[in-house]
């Protein structure tokens, strides 16, 4: 879906405001879970605090996924194992058993942990669930409003797309996770510039 149709979803919210749902108040994952709202405010408080084991079990299969293929590629792509051992710490054979959400877990708060700056501007915001507007009665975008802790920052409005599975709402998209998605790719783009796109192998 077009940005510019999400964004104007929003304005829907307005005229039925919706409660947000604190994670504190929720018992256990399956209370975290139970509503978009509850998912995605739980989903920032793990971002923020860098806990990516936590962000994980908050994603969808899909949006793991997609990680997983991204890790996969640029292991390949690399061909010299520097990749998959600075991304994971593997050798080929423990890499091969990863699935995607460990691969995201150790992928990103590997990366993140090497650039302070990215982490700096993941850490440093104030978050505040305003409520969601349901595409379908399985999918949902869930609006919320981030501001910078910056003197004079001005707070933005995002959408965060979430969909219902048998484990209640998780998430399958959101600004944060396209942050990093770019920052990995980035860091692929920063070695094959490096290392003048090397093709050698090894174990």
Same mark, same amino acid.
């Given at each position: 879906?077009?940005?510019? +149709?999400?964004?104007?979803?929003?304005?829907?919210?307005?005229?039925?405001?919706?409660?947000?749902?604190?994670?504190?108040?929720?018992?256990?994952?399956?209370?975290?879970?139970?509503?978009?709202?509850?998912?995605?405010?739980?989903?920032?408080?793990?971002?923020?605090?860098?806990?990516?084991?936590?962000?994980?079990?908050?994603?969808?299969?899909?949006?793991?996924?997609?990680?997983?293929?991204?890790?996969?590629?640029?292991?390949?792509?690399?061909?010299?194992?520097?990749?998959?051992?600075?991304?994971?710490?593997?050798?080929?054979?423990?890499?091969?058993?990863?699935?995607?959400?460990?691969?995201?877990?150790?992928?990103?708060?590997?990366?993140?942990?090497?650039?302070?700056?990215?982490?700096?501007?993941?850490?440093?915001?104030?978050?505040?669930?305003?409520?969601?507007?349901?595409?379908?009665?399985?999918?949902?975008?869930?609006?919320?409003?981030?501001?910078?802790?910056?003197?004079?920052?001005?707070?933005?409005?995002?959408?965060?797309?979430?969909?219902?599975?048998?484990?209640?709402?998780?998430?399958?998209?959101?600004?944060?996770?396209?942050?990093?998605?770019?920052?990995?790719?980035?860091?692929? +783009?920063?070695?094959?510039?490096?290392?003048?796109?090397?093709?050698?192998?090894?174990?």
């Amino acid at each position: 879906m077009a940005v510019e +149709l999400r964004r104007a979803g929003l304005l829907l919210a307005v005229l039925a405001p919706f409660a947000p749902s604190s994670p504190a108040a929720a018992q256990g994952a399956a209370g975290i879970a139970s509503t978009p709202e509850a998912t995605a405010q739980a989903f920032l408080v793990s971002v923020r605090g860098i806990r990516w084991d936590e962000a994980a079990e908050l994603m969808h299969a899909d949006a793991l996924e997609r990680f997983g293929e991204l890790v996969r590629a640029m292991v390949e792509l690399d061909g010299t194992g520097e990749v998959r051992h600075y991304l994971t710490g593997e050798d080929p054979a423990g890499f091969s058993t990863l699935d995607a959400g460990q691969l995201f877990e150790r992928a990103v708060g590997t990366m993140v942990d090497s650039l302070p700056g990215f982490m700096h501007a993941l850490f440093d915001h104030h978050d505040g669930v305003i409520g969601h507007v349901a595409e379908s009665v399985d999918t949902a975008h869930v609006v919320y409003r981030t501001t910078p802790r910056l003197s004079g920052a001005v707070s933005e409005v995002q959408v965060m797309q979430l969909v219902r599975t048998s484990h209640g709402w998780r998430v399958l998209w959101s600004d944060e996770l396209e942050a990093l998605d770019g920052a990995l790719r980035g860091v692929m +783009l920063g070695r094959s510039r490096r290392d003048g796109g090397s093709t050698s192998h090894s174990p």
